[in-house]
């Protein structure tokens, strides 16, 4: 990713070899600040108050932040506390869940010194990972845009919405969402993005509008509601979107709005695909809409907007009436049968319980799926 020309990625090893650096997305773009975590404790908060976000990049971080208290305290009591304040900063992103497992599963069978040296090697390796798998969702979805424009005419640009922030922002690098549509847009395939503004938080206009335009991809931000109309208009030609769970059976939990835009992409036959890393995919559920843990959140996300004025300070200004109830679901459930494709590292595949199987057989909460079962 860049950020003013400079390649870098969105978490990183500082050059003391053991604290953590993440950019501060809460107060992207208006500044490009980096914040440093040196504790299980700063990495949490870092989650939880959303200074670093996006499935993907949660794992990462929550990862170190296990690899940070064992630099502390090696021992059982201290792997289980770190592991239980960890998980419980963020409900919905699976990923979560998934690198904390992945990391203590390597340390548990360690001596308590040698723990801390195994995971940073676990977290350092999480995060190549998701590099590859991000690669490899971008080829692995390029034919589906290229598809596209080789319909179209004069050299007319490919039409892409997205919701919220699937980018390298809330990845390691490169992005699930963003993954084809940068590599398409680096070999020469005329794109064009309709940015969701994403309310409450607006991680579209404020993340994917920053993340879009430093690396020069043409794209417009559009209100929340825009969407359906766009496409009435034959003016998009796919959806892809990223994902914070995907159950065994193919239902694709993602940021609030996104199933608004699946009803609307399915009435105008709109092509509607879901950038799906592996780490995202949660066996033990089937029944996204009852299953998925879904994330309340604070009532201050919608009764403000923050920005900056005209003066050029950023600000927080206050949008609902006092003493209005608020309500904060960050997230909402698409059902499979609204998805044509779940874009993964393995290949585009059907969001259903057999090809998911067949992509995943190897899948680490098919096991866990296995155990609950029995
Ligand atoms: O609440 P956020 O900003 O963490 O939500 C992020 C999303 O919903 C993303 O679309 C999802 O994490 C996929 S990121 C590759």
Same mark, same amino acid.
Request: glycine fraction near 8%; charge should be negative; include cysteine.
């Given at each position: 990713?860049?950020?003013?020309?400079?390649?870098?990625?969105?978490?990183?090893?500082?050059?003391?070899?053991?604290?953590?650096?993440?950019?501060?997305?809460?107060?992207?773009?208006?500044?490009?600040?980096?914040?440093?975590?040196?504790?299980?404790?700063?990495?949490?908060?870092?989650?939880?108050?959303?200074?670093?976000?996006?499935?993907?990049?949660?794992?990462?971080?929550?990862?170190?932040?296990?690899?940070?208290?064992?630099?502390?305290?090696?021992?059982?009591?201290?792997?289980? #506390?770190?592991?239980?304040?960890?998980?419980?900063?963020?409900?919905?992103?699976?990923?979560?869940?998934?690198?904390?497992?992945?990391?203590?599963?390597?340390?548990?069978?360690?001596?308590?010194?040698?723990?801390?040296?195994?995971?940073?090697?676990?977290?350092?390796?999480?995060?190549?990972?998701?590099?590859?798998?991000?690669?490899?969702?971008?080829?692995?979805?390029?034919?589906?845009?290229?598809?596209?424009?080789?319909?179209?005419?004069?050299?007319?640009?490919?039409?892409?919405?997205?919701?919220?922030?699937?980018?390298?922002?809330?990845?390691?690098?490169?992005?699930?969402?963003?993954?084809?549509?940068?590599?398409?847009?680096?070999?020469?395939?005329?794109?064009?993005?309709?940015?969701?503004?994403?309310?409450?938080?607006?991680?579209?206009?404020?993340?994917?509008?920053?993340?879009?335009?430093?690396?020069?991809?043409?794209?417009?931000?559009?209100?929340?509601?825009?969407?359906?109309?766009?496409?009435?208009?034959?003016?998009?030609?796919?959806?892809?979107?990223?994902?914070?769970?995907?159950?065994?059976?193919?239902?694709?939990?993602?940021?609030?709005?996104?199933?608004?835009?699946?009803?609307?992409?399915?009435?105008?036959?709109?092509?509607?695909?879901?950038?799906?890393?592996?780490?995202?995919?949660?066996?033990?559920? #089937?029944?996204?809409?009852?299953?998925?843990?879904?994330?309340?959140?604070?009532?201050?996300?919608?009764?403000?907007?923050?920005?900056?004025?005209?003066?050029?300070?950023?600000?927080?200004?206050?949008?609902?009436?006092?003493?209005?109830?608020?309500?904060?679901?960050?997230?909402?459930?698409?059902?499979?049968?609204?998805?044509?494709?779940?874009?993964?590292?393995?290949?585009?595949?059907?969001?259903?319980?057999?090809?998911?199987?067949?992509?995943?057989?190897?899948?680490? #909460?098919?096991?866990?799926?296995?155990?609950?079962?029995?």
């Amino acid at each position: 990713m860049r950020i003013g020309g400079i390649e870098t990625r969105s978490i990183w090893l500082e050059p003391d070899g053991w604290s953590v650096g993440i950019f501060d997305q809460t107060v992207l773009p208006w500044r490009v600040e980096r914040v440093t975590l040196r504790s299980a404790t700063d990495a949490t908060h870092a989650i939880a108050s959303m200074q670093t976000r996006g499935a993907p990049l949660i794992g990462a971080v929550a990862a170190y932040g296990l690899a940070l208290a064992l630099r502390e305290d090696g021992s059982d009591a201290a792997l289980a #506390s770190a592991y239980g304040t960890l998980l419980a900063a963020r409900p919905t992103a699976v990923n979560l869940k998934w690198a904390l497992d992945a990391v203590s599963a390597d340390v548990r069978p360690l001596p308590p010194a040698q723990r801390a040296d195994a995971a940073y090697r676990r977290a350092a390796a999480i995060c190549d990972e998701d590099v590859a798998i991000n690669q490899a969702i971008g080829r692995n979805a390029l034919p589906l845009i290229e598809a596209i424009a080789a319909r179209k005419r004069d050299g007319a640009p490919v039409n892409i919405l997205t919701h919220c922030n699937a980018g390298w922002l809330a990845t390691v690098d490169l992005g699930t969402a963003t993954a084809p549509i940068y590599l398409a847009h680096d070999r020469g395939i005329p794109v064009h993005v309709f940015v969701d503004e994403t309310r409450p938080r607006n991680q579209g206009a404020l993340l994917t509008a920053f993340e879009l335009g430093q690396h020069g991809v043409p794209h417009t931000v559009i209100a929340d509601n825009a969407g359906g109309h766009l496409m009435q208009h034959g003016q998009v030609d796919m959806v892809i979107v990223g994902t914070d769970r995907t159950t065994g059976h193919g239902d694709v939990c993602n940021k609030i709005g996104t199933y608004l835009k699946a009803l609307a992409a399915k009435d105008n036959g709109v092509p509607f695909y879901v950038a799906l890393p592996s780490p995202t995919l949660d066996f033990s559920l #089937s029944d996204g809409i009852a299953e998925i843990p879904i994330e309340q959140r604070s009532a201050a996300e919608v009764t403000t907007m923050t920005g900056r004025t005209t003066s050029g300070a950023v600000e927080s200004i206050t949008i609902v009436p006092d003493g209005s109830p608020v309500a904060n679901h960050a997230f909402d459930v698409t059902p499979a049968r609204l998805v044509t494709g779940l874009i993964t590292e393995r290949g585009v595949i059907a969001a259903s319980r057999e090809a998911l199987e067949r992509a995943f057989p190897d899948h680490p #909460s098919r096991q866990q799926a296995r155990v609950a079962a029995e």
